[in-house]
């Protein structure tokens, strides 16, 4: 079993940022492909960053391309998601999802096995 907790959601203004953090317990965090989902008020649940195993691919959706970065520590059993340049359009609870049976990033939300709780960022106009 796999416990994920995130934290570091919060308001912040148009043009601002935060940095989400999610934390894993009791599973080898390092083999496992991680990523962020978002959900938005009457939203389907949608992919916005992943990283692979050792971290050295990434994938983002199109939108948050260049404003958003995704980093894991393993050493910590933590993955991040530095958000820049927010807007309100990226208001929504924030989700992060381990992949315990996939070796590369993927979008759709059936491919990952636990998730976390979720943390609520609300960028105001």
């Known amino acids: 079993q796999v416990q994920l907790v995130e934290s570091g959601g919060g308001l912040v203004q148009a043009g601002g940022s935060l940095r989400l953090s999610c934390a894993a317990s009791?599973?080898?965090?390092?083999?496992?492909?991680m990523s962020w989902f978002r959900q938005a008020p009457g939203k389907e649940r949608e992919f916005v960053a992943g990283i692979n195993r050792i971290g050295q691919s990434t994938a983002y959706e199109d939108s948050v391309k260049g404003r958003f970065t995704i980093l894991r520590d393993n050493a910590k059993n933590t993955v991040y998601l530095q958000m820049n340049k927010l807007k309100p359009e990226d208001t929504a609870v924030y989700f992060c999802?381990?992949?315990?049976?996939?070796?590369?990033?993927?979008?759709?939300?059936?491919?990952?096995?636990?998730w976390g709780q979720g943390t609520q960022v609300t960028v105001s106009s």
């Open positions: 999802a381990f992949g315990a049976r996939i070796g590369v990033v993927l979008t759709t939300t059936s491919a990952y096995d636990y």
């Open positions: 009791g599973r080898t965090f390092g083999s496992y492909v």
